[in-house]
């Protein structure tokens, strides 16, 4: 590991002499420098632009338009056959394909236990940056229960689970020490207002919803408290401390379409619904895409205006299938990426990127050499000359490989048969396990 530190720590001193001779940062450990290569991203599970597209026209989502001026935008490609959010994510976090990350599932072996976080095999942005000496909070990102030590915050995936318990189960949060400021911040999905879930539902139909439809509010209520409590951990994270990579991510919105967008498609001579359950749900999908707009409006408030920010997708949704498959067949293959940064053209739109890109160009923003042994590329379409010229640098000074900083099997953890069945009945809810 020491050895390791010292190749990775070399190599971004390299990076730094790159940048410096693209003119873009000083002394690679002076503030002014670090402070340009700080990172925001902005995960949002399953957007596509297929909805976003016609939200932007009726001008419905004002804050990702502004941003959409200050970034290059583009597609995102993922795998086909398309995947699970868990095994996309971990290629987005890695750069590596599922067989090299070791993230195949959300549950595993017989009884269906939750994937916990000893099932990576490789190292993930907060690896690596830890090992470079810069400090990432990352909160509710897929298979990070048990929250491994990392230079920085981690706030697992499991937070809005096991709510009933007595003590939170060991290991939510890390550093320790903060596990109980962020089960404070846990939103109960019980405690939701009808002004709440008036955003989602028109307040006049409401009453009907909760008497006629119990367990799709039940799920709606779940999904957005979730994302809530993640919100809340952010704005915490955000207020105290200063991180090199803030990597904030909402489930939700993959979720919400799993329950909900089929009442949106209720034209189709395949969907069959009643007409009454339509009206009540059928714009729960573009009302929640609409919140997720005023949550990018607050995250990007937290950040000076200049702060590098990627908005990213792991795949799309399509919706219902003529085959009825529910689960990965409603996915689509083509998700979303945005970057905000002085090295990429303000308010371009580019062709694509593919899934395993993502984690080189986050790399390469933040100043750091991809790795070889990474298949992806650098996003180099809507670099301006300047930044195409050190994106090309930082590309051709890739070191070997980071897979040494693979973390070691870290805590166990705690395993608590109640909270498995209430994660395996949301993912049974979903269509993903049956
Ligand atoms: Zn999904």
């Not at 119990?214 to 955000?238: C, G, I, K, T, W």
């Not at 070997?400 to 973390?407: H, I, K």
Request: with cysteine; hydrophobic share 40%.
């Amino acid at each position: 590991m020491k050895t390791m530190r010292m190749v990775i720590l070399a190599a971004v001193a390299a990076a730094a002499l790159l940048a410096l001779a693209a003119g873009c940062g000083g002394d690679q450990n002076g503030p002014a420098y670090r402070q340009a290569h700080k990172l925001l991203v902005f995960g949002i599970d399953s957007a596509d632009w297929r909805i976003l597209d016609p939200m932007l026209e009726a001008e419905r989502l004002p804050n990702l338009k502004q941003f959409m001026t200050q970034a290059a935008s583009g597609r995102m490609k993922t795998f086909i056959p398309l995947e699970k959010s868990p095994v996309l994510w971990a290629s987005i976090c890695t750069g590596v394909e599922p067989g090299v990350h070791g993230i195949h599932n959300f549950v595993k072996g017989q009884d269906e236990k939750p994937v916990t976080s000893s099932a990576w095999k490789a190292p993930a942005l907060w690896d690596i940056l830890t090992a470079a000496g810069r400090s990432t909070a990352v909160m509710g990102m897929w298979t990070t229960y048990p929250a491994r030590p990392i230079d920085g915050v981690m706030v697992s995936d499991f937070l809005p689970y096991g709510s009933k318990r007595e003590h939170p189960l060991a290991n939510l949060v890390y550093p320790d020490s903060l596990t109980d400021v962020m089960v404070g911040l846990r939103v109960d999905p019980q405690s939701l207002t009808d002004e709440d879930l008036a955003r989602f539902i028109p307040a006049g139909l409401l009453p009907e919803a909760e008497q006629k439809y119990p367990r799709e509010m039940a799920e709606l209520r779940d999904v957005f408290a979730a994302d809530l409590s993640y919100l809340a951990a952010a704005d915490y994270l955000a207020h105290h401390g200063d991180f090199d990579l803030f990597f904030f991510y909402l489930r939700g919105p993959d979720m919400v379409s799993h329950h909900f967008y089929r009442y949106m498609k209720a034209d189709l001579d395949y969907v069959h619904l009643d007409p009454a359950k339509v009206a009540v749900f059928k714009d729960v999908v573009k009302n929640y895409y609409a919140w997720v707009d005023e949550v990018l409006g607050r995250v990007l408030g937290w950040f000076p205006p200049d702060r590098q920010t990627v908005i990213v997708s792991d795949h799309g949704f399509y919706g219902p299938r003529r085959s009825g498959k529910k689960g990965t067949a409603e996915h689509s293959e083509w998700g979303i990426f945005l970057a905000r940064s002085p090295l990429y053209e303000a308010g371009t739109r580019f062709g694509h990127l593919a899934v395993l890109d993502i984690c080189p160009t986050i790399l390469a923003m933040m100043g750091l050499p991809p790795a070889h042994d990474m298949p992806g590329a650098i996003l180099t379409e809507p670099a301006t000359r300047d930044g195409a010229k050190h994106l090309h640098k930082l590309d051709k000074h890739r070191v070997d490989s980071y897979m040494a900083l693979a973390p070691a099997s870290g805590p166990e953890g705690e395993r608590d048969p109640k909270v498995n069945e209430e994660i395996r009945r949301q993912l049974r809810s979903l269509g993903y396990i049956n």
